[in-house]
């Protein structure tokens, strides 16, 4: 949901808030609606005025009603795998994050992973920041960490990938411990 239309939201809610708690209050007789009535039917600015908060309560409303019927079909966070007659297929980020952690748990030599995925144009952008034993080779266990990762992205989660790239990080030959 939008910033903008959260906060139309949140207008039209204290509209709403506000024309219920006077009818509650008249209801219950603490307020007396007649000197407030005549006095707003006969003043051009409080005439006016009413006309605008109605406007706007009509328009919010509207705008709400168009937005719930519409529905966002496509989750921000999903990203669209296929799909058939019945419906699309997609698939969210913390799922591909999963396939990422078991691609990489093949591969060994790795002690951690911490993948940040985004969506491309052209298929999936992510980042891999790795920390890895020091006995191994950097640039062919990532190559490795690369190609595992989009073997096991594109055969499970049938998604495409635009770019993987991997960040070597808190390589140190002394430090024994995992995180």
């Not at 030599?109 to 920041?129: A, H, M, Q, S, T």
Request: proline share 4%.
């Amino acid at each position: 949901m939008s910033a903008g239309y959260r906060f139309l939201l949140i207008i039209y809610n204290l509209i709403i808030l506000a024309i219920t708690g006077s009818v509650l209050s008249i209801m219950i007789g603490q307020v007396k609606i007649t000197p407030y009535l005549e006095y707003a039917m006969n003043n051009t600015q409080s005439r006016m005025l009413i006309i605008l908060i109605s406007v706007i309560v009509i328009l919010l409303a509207l705008i709400g009603i168009v937005k719930a019927l519409s529905g966002e079909s496509k989750r921000k966070d999903s990203f669209p795998i296929g799909g058939s007659s019945v419906g699309d297929i997609s698939i969210t980020i913390p799922a591909i994050i999963v396939i990422i952690n078991k691609a990489v748990k093949s591969i060994q030599g790795v002690r951690e992973v911490k993948p940040k995925v985004r969506f491309g144009k052209d298929g999936l952008i992510i980042n891999l920041y790795m920390l890895i034993n020091p006995e191994f080779n950097m640039p062919s266990m990532s190559m490795d960490v690369q190609n595992a990762v989009k073997e096991h992205l594109d055969r499970i989660g049938g998604v495409t990938v635009s770019s993987i790239s991997v960040l070597i990080d808190n390589y140190s030959p002394n430090e024994k411990t995992n995180r």
